[in-house]
């Protein structure tokens, strides 16, 4: 079995241990992702630098993100990214309806809602072959190209992380505890 090094502001090496820092000062602790990630600067500076992208540049809002982003890992069933993004969304005041049908695998009863999460599952489970019906829907939906292009890049950032999560093992933070499944 491989062991991988979780590191800190403080073992990490040379490279990301700045960042790292960062990270802590941003989110008020360090999520054990980055720790995980710190072992490779590309890693870790992708992941910043693409979420940054999302987060403050995409046609989508922050909230719509952070939506597609619960949706992509649950549907990779990744434990750490689903309590993270949970934790997110809630900050950012998500449809609390969407995110726990999301989290549980319900009924989404917000429309525009449901259109993205159907499309970003369609995305993933049909690795980009998705039906006409399902893209007319998002269309119809009030969203446009461009989003359905950002969704790509949601999901790129969180074939990264879920992967990585998979791989590494990653325990939930105890910060985001009361965001697990």
Same mark, same amino acid.
């Given at each position: 079995?491989?062991?991988?090094?979780?590191? !800190?502001? %403080?073992?990490?090496? !040379?490279?990301?241990?700045?960042?790292?820092?960062?990270?802590?000062?941003? @989110?008020?602790?360090?999520?054990?992702?980055?720790?995980?990630?710190?072992?490779?600067?590309?890693?870790?500076?992708? @992941?910043?630098?693409?979420?940054?992208?999302?987060?403050?540049?995409?046609?989508?809002?922050?909230?719509?993100?952070?939506?597609?982003?619960?949706?992509?890992?649950?549907?990779?069933?990744?434990?750490?990214?689903?309590?993270?993004?949970?934790?997110?969304?809630?900050?950012?005041?998500?449809?609390?309806?969407?995110?726990?049908?999301?989290?549980?695998?319900?009924?989404?009863?917000?429309?525009? !809602?449901?259109?993205?999460?159907?499309?970003?599952?369609?995305?993933?489970?049909?690795?980009?072959?998705?039906?006409?019906?399902?893209?007319?829907?998002?269309?119809?939906?009030?969203?446009?190209?461009?989003?359905?292009? !950002?969704?790509?890049?949601?999901?790129?950032?969180?074939?990264?992380? %879920? @992967?990585?999560?998979?791989?590494?093992?990653?325990?939930?933070?105890?910060?985001?505890?009361?965001?697990?499944?």
């Amino acid at each position: 079995m491989t062991d991988f090094t979780l590191y !800190d502001e %403080n073992t990490a090496p !040379d490279s990301t241990k700045g960042t790292l820092k960062e990270v802590k000062a941003a @989110y008020g602790m360090l999520p054990n992702l980055y720790g995980y990630l710190a072992e490779s600067p590309v890693a870790l500076n992708a @992941y910043l630098h693409i979420n940054d992208q999302l987060m403050k540049h995409s046609s989508l809002t922050p909230i719509q993100v952070q939506v597609a982003l619960l949706a992509i890992s649950e549907v990779n069933n990744c434990e750490f990214c689903i309590a993270a993004h949970s934790w997110v969304g809630s900050t950012l005041k998500a449809n609390p309806q969407t995110v726990e049908a999301i989290r549980q695998g319900g009924k989404i009863e917000d429309p525009q !809602d449901k259109a993205l999460v159907d499309l970003v599952r369609a995305l993933v489970n049909d690795r980009g072959y998705v039906s006409d019906q399902i893209m007319d829907a998002f269309l119809a939906a009030g969203f446009t190209k461009e989003n359905m292009f !950002d969704l790509l890049v949601c999901n790129m950032l969180k074939s990264l992380s %879920n @992967y990585a999560n998979h791989v590494t093992k990653t325990e939930v933070n105890a910060e985001l505890a009361a965001f697990a499944r």
